[in-house]
C-alpha cells in the first residue's frame, strides 16, 4: 500500500501561481512514476504532468510552458508548480503513484494499480 498526502491548493486570481506538493509513503517501488492529473464536473480525469523515477517527464501539450514538474525523490515527494494560471485551470488536482519495474531493457508502469490522492482544489479567480 501506498498514502499519498498533497497540499498547496488554494484560492488565487488570474496570472498567480501555486505549488502543489504530494508525498508518498508506505511500499514504495524503487522504480515508479509519479504524477498529477486534474478534474473537473462532468468532465473525465485528465493528466496534467507526470515523471519518472528516472526524472523523465510528460505533460498535457497545452499545460507544457506554464506547469512544471519535479522530484525530490529522496523524500518521495513529488511537486507541480503552476505558473500563469487561468480561469480554466480550476479543478480538483489529484496526485497518482504509479508502480513500475525495468525488464529486458524496458520500463513498465502499471498504470492499472496505481494509488491516488485524495485530491487538492485549486480555484483560478478572475
Known amino acids: 500500500q501506498v498514502q499519498l498526502v498533497e497540499s498547496g491548493g488554494g484560492l488565487v486570481q488570474v496570472g498567480g501561481s501555486l505549488r502543489l506538493s504530494c508525498a508518498a509513503s508506505?511500499?514504495?517501488?524503487?522504480?515508479?512514476?509519479m504524477g498529477w492529473y486534474r478534474q473537473t464536473p462532468g468532465k473525465q480525469r485528465e493528466l496534467v504532468a507526470a515523471?519518472?523515477?528516472?526524472?523523465?517527464?510528460n505533460y498535457a501539450a497545452s499545460l507544457r510552458g506554464r506547469f512544471t514538474i519535479s522530484r525530490d525523490s529522496a523524500k518521495n515527494t513529488v511537486h507541480l508548480q503552476m505558473n500563469s494560471l487561468k480561469p480554466e485551470d480550476t479543478a480538483v488536482y489529484y496526485c497518482?503513484?504509479?508502480?513500475?519495474?525495468?525488464?529486458?531493457?524496458?520500463?513498465?508502469?502499471?498504470?492499472?494499480?496505481?494509488?491516488w490522492g485524495q485530491g487538492t482544489q485549486v480555484t483560478v479567480s478572475s
Open positions: 508506505g511500499s514504495i517501488f524503487s522504480i515508479n512514476l
Open positions: 497518482k503513484f504509479v508502480p513500475g519495474k525495468y525488464d529486458s531493457g524496458s520500463y513498465y508502469y502499471y498504470h492499472e494499480d496505481g494509488y
Open positions: 515523471i519518472t523515477s528516472g526524472g523523465e517527464t
